[in-house]
């Protein structure tokens, strides 16, 4: 009954290949996010969503793509993968309007993409 | 802008020792203020958290306080074990659920038994 889940946890591919991560949360929460933890961990926004609405669109190369079936899934879809990508993706979520900013995010376990 | 600064780690220390870890902050509005820990291979888990000034958080022996005053929010343990070493991060968030959590660049610590 894992609260935040990803898959897979770990993914190797060769470069310029396409990928997907996939997310799913139990909690109920209407807000997903994906982070990007580089070698170095420290750790970057890469898109949000509320209730499927993308919120959030950082500076991110136009090869990743999120994609929202429902407010409980909110997966990470990659192009041309470079060398540059490898790092871990981690998936988040947290509840949604009416609780203000006070409310933490939960997150997954992490997917570490290796590109070679 | 909002932003997050945390002392640079690795910082090793001996088991029982006091731990400080420095974090302060920039923020436009009125932050949210968190301690994330990241264990060896796992995700990032809340430890505690301070919403508004002078409020503080504590977990597992950890505390940390929202200073608003000096913009920080640093965290303190006065006896760590080998098990707490990990990742440490401090974070920000402002507004509304779906707005951005900011992170600092992350801690690490080292315990030796």
């Not at chain 1, 935040?4 to 997903?32: A, F, R, W």
């Not at chain 2, 809340?46 to 940390?64: P, R, V």
Request: charged fraction near 20%; include cysteine.
């Amino acid at each position: 009954d894992t609260a935040v889940s990803q898959t897979p946890k770990y993914l190797v591919t060769q470069m310029g290949n396409d990928k997907s991560i996939k997310c799913e949360q139990n909690l109920g929460h209407d807000t997903m996010y994906w982070y990007k933890q580089d070698s170095k961990k420290f750790l970057k926004i890469m898109f949000s969503y509320n209730n499927k609405e993308l919120i959030i669109n950082e500076t991110v190369p136009n090869r990743f793509s999120p994609k929202s079936p429902d407010k409980a899934h909110l997966n990470l879809h990659i192009n041309s993968l470079e060398l540059g990508d490898s790092a871990v993706y981690f998936c988040a979520s947290s509840p949604s309007l009416g609780y203000g900013g006070d409310t933490e995010a939960f997150f997954g376990q992490g997917t570490r993409l290796t590109v070679v | 802008g909002n932003s997050v600064t945390q002392m640079e780690g690795p910082v090793t220390l001996s088991e029982e020792a006091f731990l400080t870890i420095n974090c302060t902050y920039t923020a436009t509005g009125y932050p949210s203020l968190f301690w994330y820990v990241q264990y060896p291979g796992e995700g990032l888990q809340l430890l505690l958290k301070a919403t508004k000034a002078d409020d503080k958080g504590s977990n597992k022996g950890f505390e940390a306080t929202y200073r608003k005053e000096t913009t920080s929010f640093h965290l303190e343990k006065g006896s760590v074990q080998v098990s707490d070493s990990a990742v440490y991060f401090c974070a920000l968030k402002i507004g509304s659920s779906a707005s951005k959590i900011i992170f600092g660049s992350g801690t690490r610590l080292s315990i030796r038994p």
